[in-house]
């Protein structure tokens, strides 16, 4: 028998299954971010005062609603950046960088990542304060793909729920189990990748009440195991930390909506940032103006 037959055909299938799941993993495609274009108007009368309006934001023909809570906004002059809000932004940094949040357009709603690739010991999170934690008052931990809750911690999962509809604990029913690991992703294995379940946590701490989806376990270079969550105070709960002077702060540059109490940016809608007691851009400045939705950089043109 000539064994060097079936042996060949064998490696051949190996190779074509090998280049096609490659394939599948090059052209992944994350489902974060919009297909939205952004159309910025630079205004045409800056100065050098402290409170100029600087650019009018639209969206191209054919956008989505943008929830706020997802989305992020910055202006870049020269090396300093300025980010936008309709309320307060992030100026303080957490501890050995390990936690690391952003503070979503809406000034209320934390982006935060976790560092979790040490094998041999977790990352804690304190979710109140928005920072690295002893574990003694932490709300979660990580490692890897392990996420556990704190003992003390009282919560529940709602399957397939978007981050905007949550909006209450009223008739839900909680668990304090916290001793087996959250069952909060997906493993895709013909992308190779892990996927976050659709779906809200709804968690308690004493009187207070947080939501969290998890969004990514990829940071922005696509390297695993940086867990990214999006958390939300529930109720009549106030992030302990937009309380911190040292960690928050009134935002440089304010944005303008047309229906300010909205939780989106609706797509026939334009929205005009602006100058809030900070020479931010003069009429010679060059301004760069970055916006991130769910993370993903999204697509702007001036005009």
Known sequence: ????????????????????????????????????????QRSESLTNDSNDT??????????????????????????QQFPCSFGSILIGQTNASK????????????????????????????????????????????????????QGI????????EFNDVSTTENLTFSNDTNERLDWYTYDIVAHRVEPNQGVYVIQIGDESYKIQFLSYYNQDDEGRHPTMLIGALEDT?????????????????????????MYWNASDYVVLAEQQTNICSQECDMELFIFHETMQVETRFI
């Open 1 to 40: 028998m000539d064994w060097k037959k079936p042996l060949g055909a064998t490696l051949g299938i190996l190779v074509v299954v090998a280049v096609i799941w490659g394939f599948f993993i090059v052209q992944f495609e994350s489902p974060l971010g919009t297909d939205n274009v952004v159309e910025i």
């Open 54 to 79: 600087l650019a009018t934001l639209s969206f191209a023909e054919g956008g989505e609603h943008l929830d706020w809570a997802s989305t992020e906004i910055i202006v870049k002059v020269g090396n």
């Open 99 to 150: 936690v690391s949040p952003t503070l979503s357009a809406d000034g209320v709603t934390f982006t935060t990542e976790i560092d979790a690739t040490d094998e041999d010991s977790f990352t804690h999170f304190n979710i109140s304060t928005q920072r690295g934690s002893e574990s003694n008052y932490s709300t979660l931990r990580f490692s890897k793909t392990d996420i556990y809750f704190a």
């Open 154 to 161: 009282d919560w529940t999962f709602i399957a397939d729920a």
């Open 238 to 262: 106030t992030f302990p930390a937009l309380s911190d002077s040292t960690f928050v702060a009134p935002s440089p540059c304010i944005i303008l909506s047309e229906h300010p109490e909205s």
